[in-house]
């Protein structure tokens, strides 16, 4: 079957960097979405991998690798609105996306 | 600014009386997807339309219909709401560019409360 596992929640302090991890296991890879939620809103893009490797955008950046079937999104210099949900999305050979639950970030001051 | 546009935000319902949500897109995108959402839960596809042509999940219930009369529109339709389709509804819009990305756009939701 299809699966993306990536922890229920995690706590991290304002201004330090937190890591959120995400594997996962698809029949085929197409690249891997993360996503931000925030409570009761849409989920909003943040990222994509398709290749091995980092992406860096600003504050966030995403790693992939196809090998391990895993991916993180490494967030920097926390702030109080980073606390969201964050979810990892697979796509599968057939370009479907693949959901995780998603990890419920909480900062603290 | 080019978005995803679902109304209303909040729709009351009560059990087994028929609603419909929208929801309008600017993007000009093919592709517009139907997701229910629970608290805490993955996004699970209900269907999706590429352009014209509707797929439906697996294992989407009957109970679920979906609508979509051009491009920039797009219904779901629940015939007979159970307590259990008490959710987040989200449309989302992409346009797949081959092999390609093609992020999903999500609207803002629609939050349904069947009484």
């Known amino acids: 079957g299809q699966n993306i596992d990536q922890p229920t929640e995690m706590t991290a302090t304002e201004g330090a960097i937190v890591q959120i991890n995400c594997t996962y296991q698809t029949s085929g890879f197409n690249g891997l979405f993360w996503y931000q939620q925030h409570a009761g809103e849409a989920p909003t893009f943040l990222s994509y991998n398709v290749l091995d490797g980092l992406e860096e955008k600003g504050r966030f950046s995403s790693f992939l690798s196809r090998s391990k079937g895993y991916s993180y999104l490494l967030l920097k210099e926390l702030q109080m609105k980073d606390s969201a949900s964050y979810l990892c999305?697979?796509?599968?050979?057939?370009?479907?996306?693949?959901w995780g639950a998603g990890t419920k970030l909480i900062i603290k001051p | 600014d080019a978005m995803v546009i679902q109304n209303p935000r909040y729709q009351v319902t009560q059990f087994g009386k028929p609603v419909t949500l929208s929801c309008s897109q600017t993007l000009n995108h093919n592709v517009m997807y139907w997701y229910q959402q629970k608290s805490s839960q993955a996004p699970k596809l209900l269907f999706h339309y590429y352009d014209k042509d509707f797929n439906n999940e697996a294992d989407t219930p009957d109970n679920f219909q979906s609508r979509r009369p051009n491009t920039s529109f797009c219904f779901l339709d629940i015939r007979s709401p159970g307590l259990g389709d008490a959710a987040m509804y989200l449309c989302a819009t992409s346009r797949p560019q081959g092999i390609e990305t093609d992020t999903q756009y999500f609207g803002p939701g629609t939050r349904l409360t069947v009484l």
């Open positions: 999305a697979a796509k599968d050979s057939n370009y479907q996306l693949i």
